[in-house]
């Protein structure tokens, strides 16, 4: 009754290629991200902030990475955890050696430079496909997880090994480091992923977008009509690592504030592989949906217990959450195996039609 | 002159040590070689699987540790070690026919991906009931096997390590015969060549994927006990189990033989890096120089050593 398209006329193609058509979608939008910079800043608790919605964000930054070279391409890759391990090195390394430098241009610079290590770890995907490329990209997750374990350059030749994220302004306001607060550091990650979730919404609805979709399909009858796979393959692969960079680097700076290689562990790559599927293969919505999913379950397994009122030796409880998680994942995948993006889109459909479906 | 001191270092002091000490050397192999086993039996679970169902089983790792796990758990109870094994059996059987009917029948006609993520869920699936009932602490698993070296020639051999490689080479040929010779054996290869032509001639698939589901179980548990017997059982192992991956990728996905050949490369391959080029780099390069072997390798058979050739129909 309320959603629906009726009389909303396009008169420009602009009109018609906006990426919400529906002025209910525009306002909902709106809404949400008026919600996000004021309501939550204001009044969300320090722990709501650090525990649930800024990973959140990161994570959904770096499941867009992801969904743009598994969804979007078609390349299967598991070297998340390596390039996210890449973007907070370079940021730490560019950061302290240059601290005058603005932090957003280090961190885009870092990533930057993990679209060129992306690069070259994707040529393989020039040869060989599907569960071939996904163990092939497993190089890149052990290899580069090991480099900046053993060579002492990448962490400054520190004792420790780890990584910790220097105080940084911006505009004058402290937005890493141990005095940033919660609430700043929320904004500036919201702020970039929100600039960044919009750049990938327009990337794969433009040419470079489409032509992915091709290779995706069938590359040899993209070939045909004239995309290079080669280029379009390994732009996939750098502009994907750039996301994933990206999120490592604010992983560390914005959020953790320190962090040894274990953080970009294989792990963690499997992680973000979740949230694409969960969310939905192939959309920019989903790669949120499935971020706020695999981060918010754990956090509600972990506390479920103690509402209840039963309480369970820790390490039960730990195995119990692993076993609900995994058995989350297969429940979900038989339901719905597109994803939450497309339970998202079957809702919207049932809502144009509520409450006269004829 | 450091150019060519770390050319030295590179490429042709390891070659010089090699050949000045042949008996290190060998030992080096014949380690790497045992070590090729293990990882070839946990592919094999892969290859088995993927041939029959084109699954690609992620959940074979936690498989491996969740059969060695059982194991060890009941003869912790008490159990006799026939009792144990065999009960582990039933126990893996009765996995493999839980898996058919409660998530592989509802997957049937999804793409790769989707069933591959989902026996990624199933090993965290299987990892945290695992650990819930048997507990998440290392448990050492002691079969009885002698593990003293003794010396043949001037090499050191250890008797375990010969007696997994016996092992493994019995399995090995029990599956070739199981295979070729049994009923079920030819309505599995079968499957694995065209599943609608399988079905077409009245070999029930499901019965087929509980057959092979649990195959794969008890070349797991083979794998578990050898691992388990070496380094204790404890699911953070399950990483090691990754390590088939490469495996797989030498000898291709399809293949036997492959998975067992892919194992001993991989073996030999990382044991000698790491030792003779290990150190140049600050070592640990067990870490991934599999992959990295791997990958170079892919890059010019991309189907693997014996993996079918790959043809792309438009």
């Keep these: ?358 | 002159m450091e150019i060519i001191n770390f050319l030295n270092l590179v490429f042709l002091a390891p070659f010089v040590e090699m050949v000045s000490y042949p008996i290190f050397f060998s030992e080096v192999i014949i380690s790497g070689l045992l070590t090729g086993v293990m990882y070839s039996l946990v592919a094999l679970g892969f290859v088995l699987i993927f041939k029959a169902s084109g699954v690609f089983n992620f959940a074979q790792g936690a498989m491996v540790l969740f059969a060695a796990l059982t194991l060890v758990g009941l003869m912790e109870h008490g159990f006799p070690i026939w009792a144990a094994l065999i009960s582990t059996i039933i126990v893996l059987i009765a996995l493999a026919f839980v898996v058919e009917r409660f998530m592989l029948r509802y997957l049937i006609n999804q793409e790769d991906i989707i069933l591959f993520m989902a026996t990624i869920g199933l090993t965290f699936l299987i990892q945290g009931f695992g650990e819930t009932i048997w507990g998440s602490n290392v448990k050492p698993l002691d079969l009885g096997i002698p593990s003293e070296s003794f010396e043949v020639g001037g090499l050191l051999l250890n008797e375990f390590d010969l007696f997994a490689a016996g092992s493994g080479a019995i399995l090995v040929a029990v599956l070739a015969v199981f295979f070729h010779y049994t009923r079920i054996g030819r309505a599995l290869r079968a499957v694995a060549d065209d599943h609608q032509a399988a079905m077409a001639v009245g070999i029930p698939l499901k019965n087929i994927w509980i057959i092979v589901w649990s195959v794969a179980g008890f070349v797991g548990l083979v794998a578990g006990i050898m691992w388990g017997a070496k380094s204790g059982v404890q699911f953070s192992l399950s990483l090691i189990a990754l390590k088939a991956l490469p495996v797989l990728i030498l000898g291709g996905f399809t293949s036997v033989p492959g998975a067992i050949v892919g194992g001993l490369i991989i073996g030999v391959g990382e044991k000698i890096a790491e030792i003779y080029w290990g150190p140049l780099v600050g070592g640990a390069i067990e870490n991934w120089f599999a992959y990295v072997l791997a990958l170079a390798f892919l890059l010019f058979r991309p189907q693997g050593l014996f993996g079918e050739r790959i043809i792309e129909r438009v």
């Excluded at chain 1, 602009?14 to 058509?21: E, L, N, R, S, V």
């Excluded at chain 1, 490592?248 to 499997?270: D, R």
């Design chain 1, 1 to 358: 009754m309320f959603y629906r398209e009726t009389g909303q006329f396009k008169s420009s193609y602009k009109a018609d290629q906006a990426i919400f058509p529906l002025s209910q979608d525009r306002w909902f939008i709106l809404f949400l991200i008026i919600i996000a910079f004021l309501v939550i800043p204001l009044t969300a608790s320090e722990y709501l902030l650090q525990a649930v919605m800024i990973p959140l964000l990161i994570f959904s930054l770096a499941s867009i990475g992801l969904n743009l070279l598994v969804g979007y391409a078609g390349q299967l890759s598991l070297g998340t955890g390596g390039f996210m391990a890449v973007g907070a090195y370079m940021t730490y390394k560019l950061t302290t050696a240059f601290p005058e430098i603005n932090i957003i241009i280090v961190f885009i610079l870092a990533g930057l430079i993990s679209a060129c290590v992306g690069l070259l770890f994707g040529i393989p995907s020039l040869r060989i496909k599907g569960f071939y490329l996904a163990v092939a990209t497993l190089a890149s997750q052990f290899f580069l997880v090991w480099m900046f374990n053993k060579v002492a350059w990448f962490y400054n030749y520190n004792s420790s090994g780890t990584i910790t994220a220097p105080p940084r302004e911006l505009f004058g306001i402290t937005v890493t480091g141990p005095t940033a607060t919660a609430e700043t550091r929320y904004i500036v990650v919201l702020a970039i992923v929100c600039v960044f979730a919009l750049i990938a919404k327009n990337l794969v609805r433009g040419r470079l977008g489409r032509s992915w979709m091709a290779v995706r399909d069938m590359d040899i009858a993209a070939e045909i009509i004239g995309i290079r796979p080669f280029q379009t393959k390994l732009i996939a692969f750098s502009i994907s690592s750039f996301y994933c960079g990206l999120a490592g680097a604010l992983m560390v700076f914005l959020w953790l504030g320190s962090a040894e290689t274990e953080a970009f562990s294989i792990n963690e790559s499997f992680y973000v592989l979740f949230m694409i599927i969960i969310g939905g293969l192939g959309s920019i919505l989903g790669s949120f949906l499935g971020a706020t999913f695999i981060v918010c379950v754990p956090i509600l397994l972990t506390n479920a217990p103690q509402l209840f009122g039963l309480s369970m030796p820790i390490d039960l409880q730990k195995h119990i959450e692993i076993m609900l998680f995994g058995f989350l994942i297969v429940f979900f995948l038989i339901v719905e195996p597109h994803g939450l993006a497309r339970l998202w889109q079957i809702a919207k459909e049932k809502l144009r039609l509520w409450p006269f479906p004829y």
